[in-house]
């Protein structure tokens, strides 16, 4: 088979619209074949994907217990989680009232105001002294850095919490 025609069908088995016979010339030509070096990575990723999956991976018989067993504590404490709450509601209809008013009164200053031409101000200087404004620049500068680095530790915390957890999770399905 020459390259080009195994390149065509490696782009067409990367797309997903390969047959099955095509699927097996790719695998009888790279078990056999001395492939170009530009192939090298695709034979590797080929054979292990089909030499892999004619063995039968072990699954212990108590997995599925386990898991079944998870699931069924995390869908009860999600029920318990999302408990119907009837205050809610209460509140929630309360809210929209609310909204409903805030929204209509809104409406109507800006109906009144928009037949006025209402100018907006003129932005004007808040600093007389280049000196006083430099400072000042420096010091927002300052203030938003730390802000921003606080942000990233807490980010960084949090990375290393879901990590954690995702640990617990691994060492749980592994019992």
């Known amino acids: 088979m020459k390259v080009e025609e195994i390149e065509r069908l490696l782009a067409k088995f990367y797309e ?3 047959t099955e016979s095509q699927e097996e010339a790719l695998r009888d030509y790279f078990r056999t074949t001395e492939v170009p070096e530009h192939l090298l990575k695709d034979k590797e990723i080929f054979l292990n994907l ?9 699954i212990p018989a108590y997995l599925e217990d386990k898991l079944n067993l998870l699931i069924d504590e ?13 205050s809610k ?5 309360i809210g929209s009232i609310a ?3 805030l929204l ?11 037949g006025k031409n209402v100018c907006p101000p003129t932005p004007q200087d808040t600093f007389s002294d280049p000196e006083e404004a430099y400072r000042m620049f420096q010091a927002t500068l300052l203030e938003i850095s730390v802000n921003l680095n ?15 957890i995702h640990q617990e999770v691994k060492n749980e399905i592994k019992k």
């Not at 999600?78 to 709450?85: A, D, K, S």
């Not at 509601?89 to 209809?93: T, V």
């Not at 606080?150 to 954690?164: A, L, P």
Request: charged share 25%; proline share 2%; hydrophobic share 35%.
């Open 16 to 18: 997903g619209t390969t």
């Open 50 to 58: 089909y030499l892999n999956a004619d063995h039968d991976v072990e």
């Open 74 to 86: 995390m869908a009860e404490k999600e029920q318990r989680f999302f408990r119907p709450n009837s």
């Open 89 to 93: 509601n209460n509140w929630r209809w």
């Open 99 to 101: 909204a409903t008013i």
């Open 104 to 114: 209509l009164v809104g409406l109507g200053y800006g109906i009144d105001n928009l």
């Open 150 to 164: 606080n942000g990233f530790n807490e980010v960084k915390e949090s990375q290393i919490d879901m990590r954690r």
